[in-house]
C-alpha cells in the first residue's frame, strides 16, 4: 500500500494484493493474468498489465521488491578484502537469457579494498546465472530503495561471488 505504482485493480478489474514470490529461498508464486492462470489451472492473482488503450494484455509486477535486511552499508563492505560495489547495470534487454537465467551485463561501480570503496571502475561487465546468485547471497541491507519508474526496488546485497571482467 502506497507504493509507486499501486492500483486497487489490474487492467483487466481484478482485484490487486500483495503476493510473496519467493519466501525463505523457496518459489511460492506465480503473477498471474486471466490468461496464464486458466493455463496454470489456477485464478488470476491481479497482476494484468497493459501498455497503452490499444496494447495487448500481459503480466507484471507492481511494487516488487527484495525484503530488506538489517545490515548497514559498512557492515556489507566489512571483512571484503578485493571486490566491487555495483552501481548500474546497461544492456538488461539484450544481455540476459529470460529462460536459462544466464546474463552478462556491462556495469559500472566502485572497487572496494579491504572493506572499503578505493575508486570508480566503469565499463566492465558481470556475468553469472541469476539463480545461482540468488544462492550466493550472503547478507541484504536495511537501505530498501524503488525505482520509481518500474515500481521495482531491493536493498544493497552481499554476494558471495560473481564474474567480472575488464574491472
Known sequence: ???????????????????TLIQDGVLRGFLHNSETAAKAGTRSTGHASRYGYQGTVSVSPTNLYLEPGSASRDALLHGISAGVLLTELHGMHAGVNVVTGEFSLQADGFWIKDGAVTRALENFTVAGNFLELLSAIEMLGDDLEFNPWSGAGAPS???????VGGA
Do not use: K, M, T
Not at 1 to 19: C, K, M, R, V
Not at 157 to 163: G, K
Open 1 to 19: 500500500p502506497g507504493g509507486f505504482h499501486s492500483q486497487p485493480f489490474d487492467a483487466e478489474g481484478f482485484p490487486s494484493a500483495a503476493l
Open 157 to 163: 546485497v552481499r554476494v558471495a561471488a560473481l564474474a
